[in-house]
């Protein structure tokens, strides 16, 4: 399968889970706990926020593949100038509806039809983990950005705990439960530091942001997990970021400036 058919194939398939993506979005401020899902991204906003500007007036923020505009909103009161860009245009109707404010585009996050070092923010969360080639986007995010500014983007950890590689794998060539059928690529520290830097990223971070060998625990036994969030959180804060652990995380963020 071509690099492009495989990126179209990803952009159909969250078209088609848009309304599950916004649904799950929903539950997090309320409930953080309730799940792995909303668990892993109440650890990735706690991250977020340690690196972007506390203010954003003046400041303009780019959402590169921004979904059903999650991020954005949670962003848009701090003064931010606010634009999101997706391929997939059922998960933009999603955005537009929770964010008439902010403007939105669809197109190719290897193609982003916006000025060169125009933005003071970029982020890109899950993406790159549905990209077979991840230089194209990291180079256009680095060309959007101004000098300085600041970069968040998200990857898949090649070595995650969670065994999760080895089960897409398996699951991305038929339908195993409720596995999503579709093929996601992974990355260790060295990689994305190598891919970053060859970008014109001069100052790369990366950062586990959870732990995820007890997603293996949601599976046999959903309804333990509140009350078992809340105590792994205490370790998962003090070992999803620590050095040789972190790569075993099963979420990156790369912080990465000019």
């Known amino acids: 399968m071509s690099d492009e058919t495989q990126k179209q194939l990803a952009i159909e398939t969250h078209s088609e889970q848009a309304e599950l993506f916004a649904n799950r979005y929903d539950v997090i401020k309320e409930s953080p706990y309730q799940n792995c899902f909303t668990y892993s991204r109440k650890r990735l906003n706690h991250l977020l926020d340690k690196?972007?500007?506390?203010?954003?007036?003046?400041?303009?923020?780019?959402?590169?593949?921004?979904?059903?505009?999650?991020?954005?909103?949670?962003?848009?009161?701090?003064?931010?100038?606010?634009?999101?860009v997706d391929g997939s245009p059922e998960m933009l109707k999603q955005a537009r509806a929770a964010n008439p404010e902010i403007e939105f585009k669809q197109c190719d996050v290897d193609h982003i039809p916006l000025e060169d070092n125009g933005y003071d923010v970029i982020m890109c969360v899950e993406v790159l983990r549905y990209l077979p080639d991840i230089s194209p986007c990291i180079k256009e995010i680095s060309r959007l950005l101004k000098p300085n500014g600041i970069a968040l983007i998200t990857a898949s950890p090649i070595l995650q705990a969670s065994l999760y590689p080895l089960v897409?794998?398996?699951?991305?060539?038929?339908?195993?439960?409720?596995?999503?059928?579709?093929?996601?690529?992974?990355h260790s520290s060295g990689e994305l530091h190598q891919k970053f830097e060859a970008a014109g990223f001069g100052n790369v971070e990366v950062h586990g942001v959870y732990g995820g060998s007890i997603n293996w625990v949601e599976r046999v036994a959903p309804p333990v997990m509140p009350p078992l969030l809340r105590v792994w959180e205490k370790i998962d804060s003090l070992t999803a970021d620590a050095p040789v652990l972190k790569h075993f995380a099963n979420m990156f963020l790369v912080y990465a400036r000019h």
Do not use: A
């Not at 500007?53 to 959402?63: F, N, T, V």
């Open 168 to 186: 897409n794998k398996i699951t991305s060539g038929k339908q195993v439960g409720n596995f999503t059928n579709l093929k996601q690529f992974f």
């Open 51 to 84: 690196y972007m500007p506390e203010r954003g007036e003046g400041l303009k923020l780019l959402d590169v593949g921004c979904g059903t505009g999650y991020h954005l909103k949670r962003y848009k009161d701090r003064g931010f100038d606010i634009i999101g």
